[in-house]
T-cell receptor, first 112, second 115 residues
């Protein structure tokens, strides 16, 4: 199967760290992505990780991949009000259909 | 600056109408995709195309068709619109798969309401 699951909502205070979690079922996933959608906008790629990596860091963003448990997380350090958005986890396999499969999205609310 | 442009931001159509959603990309990408986005369901793949005149069904193709006559344009067609097709529709494009990461670029979305 190709299910990708996320919790629907997360609320944090400005300056705290946010951790958004995602689980996937397809063990042939090659790339795992995090996209951000601000209100009224399309999706913007934040970061991605290749399945043979455990961790990737990019400024305030840290992606952790536990391939054994098929668990992916996105940590945002020093969360700002501008980080309020919907965050989507997505996967792509390297065989067969080369199209992104998305999770349901996690709405991050950052309170001042 | 890369761009995926969807022809309308908002559309209101009547039940039974034939509806065309247009998407154009200026990056010479081979791959193009149509998704619909619904609250709590995320993005679901309707159709996609790897090349001109080529199309593949996604996860929810029923009630939809597509057309790709030119590389830069990918149209989504609702043959007879129904109220359960009220949704946000997102178009995306990406380069051909090359064994390394290929980012997908998304349009702004078309919010379609069928009344």
């Amino acid at each position: 199967g190709e299910d990708v699951e996320q919790s629907l909502f997360l609320s944090v205070r400005e300056g705290d760290s946010s951790v958004i979690n995602c689980t996937y079922t397809d063990s042939s996933s090659t790339y795992l992505y995090w996209y951000k959608q601000e209100p009224g906008a399309g999706l913007q790629l934040l970061t991605y990780i290749f399945s043979n990596m455990d961790m990737k860091q990019d400024q305030r963003l840290t992606v952790l991949l536990n391939k054994k448990d098929k668990h992916l997380s996105l940590r945002i350090a020093d969360t700002q009000t501008g980080d309020s958005a919907i965050y989507f986890c997505a996967e792509m396999r390297d065989t067969g259909r080369r199209a992104l499969t998305f999770g349901s999205g996690t709405r991050l609310q950052v309170q001042p | 600056d890369v761009k995926v442009t969807q022809s309308s931001r908002y559309l209101v159509k009547r039940t039974g109408e034939k509806v065309f959603l247009e998407c154009v990309q200026d990056m010479d990408h081979e791959n193009m995709f149509w998704y619909r986005q619904d609250p709590g369901l995320g993005l679901r793949l309707i159709y996609f195309s790897y090349d001109v005149k080529m199309k593949e069904k996604g996860d929810i193709p029923e009630g939809y068709s597509v057309s790709r006559e030119k590389k830069e344009r990918f149209s989504l067609i609702l043959e007879s619109a129904s109220t359960n097709q009220t949704s946000m529709y997102l178009c995306a494009s990406s380069p051909a798969w090359s064994g390394t990461n290929t980012e997908a670029f998304f349009g702004q979305g078309t919010r379609l309401t069928v009344v």
